[in-house]
């Protein structure tokens, strides 16, 4: 089983709609979960931690399911200026040594 | 907003030349990464610093590749003897402790070994 797995898309939808991005990880060590967003050669970009209880950002939200070692993101009302890679990371971990996962990602396009 | 800088953001090599990537990381922060990410595939981790000593490393980062803060602000990954397979962008990233912070990366450093 990969360590971080996603379904790579891509995802295609119109702008407005509501989309969903899930994920699994293979280490139940995990501590710590983050979505990035990463455009087209350019570095990834922390778009949120993910919290135990679920946390949302605006028309982010993530959710965290540790008994089925699983992730996910739902945008909603998306925006052309989504269109990007979302990047599944989690720490391999806990403590100091905060190596991070990542998933191969989800590639997203909003179009007009 | 605090960034982490890198140069050069495009570095062309010859195979078996030596190069040495730059990094500035945020100041207060206390730990230091490096990771790479061949086109096309994920992102990987090569080291972690903190402390002035590595932390961990990967089993890409084998005795070609050495990580040094020479100075107390600048963070260097030095690949010796490059290969082609060390095409990639590499991207440094620092970060504060607590576990949710996650990190923050660098635009990266283009590598094309030719």
């Known amino acids: 089983r990969k360590e971080v797995e996603q379904d790579p898309g891509p995802f295609n939808v119109p702008e407005g709609a509501t989309v969903a991005f899930n994920c699994t990880y293979s280490n139940s060590a995990s501590q710590s979960f983050f979505w990035y967003r990463q455009d087209c050669r350019k570095e990834p970009k922390l778009l949120m931690s993910?919290?135990?209880?679920?946390n949302e950002d605006g028309r982010f939200t993530a959710q965290l399911n540790r008994a089925s070692q699983y992730i996910s993101l739902l945008i909603r009302d998306s925006k052309l200026s989504d269109s990007a890679t979302y990047l599944c990371v989690v720490t391999d971990h806990a403590g100091n040594n905060r190596k991070l996962i990542w998933g191969l990602g989800t590639s997203l396009a909003v179009n007009p | 907003e605090p960034e982490v800088t890198q140069t050069p953001s495009h570095q062309v090599t010859q195979m078996g030349q030596e190069v040495i990537l730059r990094c500035v990381p945020i100041s207060n922060h206390l730990y230091f990464y490096w990771y790479r990410q061949i086109l096309g595939q994920k992102v990987e981790f090569l080291v972690s610093f903190y402390n002035n000593e590595i932390s961990e490393k990967s089993e890409i980062f084998d005795d070609q590749f050495s990580v040094e803060r020479p100075d107390g602000s600048n963070f260097t990954l030095k690949i010796r003897s490059t290969k082609l397979e060390d095409s990639a962008m590499y991207f440094c990233?620092?970060?504060?402790?607590?576990?949710?912070?996650?990190?923050?990366f660098g635009s990266g450093t283009r590598l094309t070994v030719v």
């Open positions: 990233a620092s970060s504060e402790e607590g576990p949710l912070y996650g990190y923050t």
């Open positions: 993910v919290y135990s209880s679920g």
